[in-house]
Nanobody, 115 residues
């Protein structure tokens, strides 16, 4: 049974920072490329950042230079450091394998960027 638990979201002012965490259990975490995704109402879920099991990263153009994805394989955890946040970053953020599997989606964590 795979379980992914996201945390770290909240309300932050434009220009602020947040660090999201995703704890994985019940799977061979170290073997997987992982991704952070986000979704806003009425829109499809989109990939924000991804990281291979070896640590290579890739980012959506909209977050490049502001967000950093990382992982700690010893802790089965993947992180998303978000800096210089903008109102358009407001969304529910999820982690999943890359590419994602339908059975892996967690509950997500809400990020709201507003003054």
């Amino acid at each position: 049974q795979v379980q992914l638990v996201e945390s770290g979201g909240g309300l932050v002012q434009p220009g602020g920072s947040l660090r999201l965490s995703c704890a994985a259990s019940g799977t061979i975490f170290n073997s997987y490329a992982m991704g952070w995704y986000r979704q806003t109402p009425g829109k499809q879920r989109e990939l924000v950042a991804r990281i291979t099991n070896g640590g290579n990263t890739n980012y959506a153009e909209s977050v490049k230079g502001r967000f950093t994805i990382s992982r700690d394989n010893a802790k089965n955890t993947v992180y998303l450091q978000m800096n210089s946040l903008k109102p358009e970053d407001t969304a529910v953020y999820y982690c999943n394998k890359f590419p994602p599997l339908s059975g892996f989606w967690g509950q997500g964590t809400q990020v709201t960027v507003s003054s």
